[in-house]
């Protein structure tokens, strides 16, 4: 088998991989969240900004915690960012600085609706990348960044980055993947130009109060602890610290109630007891 052909396997592999998630089929409707009406409460000052993961959607990656930090009194916002084609619901897909100015565009947009000064960010996946990229590189005007299964150190993707770079076809599946028109799938990867560029010199920015949630159970952005930012200011910990018995994988840790228990304690300096369940 040409190394061509092997490339353009290990691409069809890794876009399975990364567009698994069940918010790829058409965005649905929010409930209590995108309401761009919405004005803080002086309990919740300051806005909440998700961000979704590669291949997602807003509204699809956030149909559990963004009703869930709606109820708690957060304005909050889940726009589908980096998205090739308007029309489509699936983003994530542009480059990851193009994607950052998009949302710092929008944090701007946020702030400029509600009044507020700063903002949280709590993101998925891509979006944790992006939730720790962006108050590094193209906004200052983030309060708190929760990041969920982010790759901060890059992924190998299941195992598939590494078996590509033995084979050394790992260049010529960036190619296949830009030319699928998602620039942001090898941005992402162990030993990307982009992963070297968020963590040379502090990822953590002063100002801004940072937690990083991860699963033991993830099978995507591997190895698991690449999440993590191990430096002062940081609280880096998974899902299964608090509940031991939780088996949320990649996806199914945005989907779940014990995460967004977490987030919301990350986001509000008065923590309350987390019950372990679905």
Not at 20 to 35: E, K, V
Not at 210 to 231: K, N, Q
């Amino acid at each position: 088998m040409n190394q061509r052909l092997l490339a353009v396997l290990a691409a069809l592999a890794l876009a399975a991989l990364t567009l698994q998630s069940p918010a790829n089929a058409a965005a649905r409707p929010s409930s209590g969240f995108n309401d761009w009406s919405c004005r803080p409460s002086s309990a919740r000052p300051d806005p909440v900004l998700l961000l979704h993961g590669l291949g997602g959607n807003g509204p699809g990656n956030f149909l559990t915690l963004g009703p869930s930090l709606a109820k708690a009194g957060y304005c909050v916002y889940a726009p589908t960012y980096g998205a090739p084609l308007p029309l489509v619901p699936v983003g994530g897909l542009n480059a990851i600085d193009q994607s950052a100015r998009e949302n710092s565009a929008t944090i701007d947009r946020v702030l400029a609706a509600t009044g507020a000064s700063r903002l949280h960010l709590v993101g998925h996946s891509e979006g944790g990348f992006l939730s720790l990229y962006i108050p590094k590189f193209t906004s200052k005007k983030v309060a708190r960044v929760v990041a969920l299964a982010p790759p901060t150190h890059g992924t190998t993707f299941a195992g598939l980055v590494t078996i590509a770079r033995q084979l050394g076809i790992m260049p010529q599946v960036n190619e296949v993947m830009a030319a699928f028109g998602c620039k942001a799938c090898t941005e992402l990867t162990t030993g990307a130009a982009t992963v070297a560029k968020l963590n040379t010199g502090p990822v953590a920015q002063p100002g801004v109060t940072y937690t990083v949630i991860a699963s033991t159970h993830d099978s995507l952005v591997t190895p698991t602890e690449t999440s993590f930012v191990r430096e002062p200011g940081v609280t880096n910990q998974y899902i299964q610290d608090t509940c031991p018995k939780n088996t949320s994988g990649h996806i199914g840790l945005i989907y779940n109630d014990t995460t967004a228990q977490l987030v919301k304690n990350a986001l509000s300096p008065s923590s309350t007891p987390v019950t372990c369940g679905g």
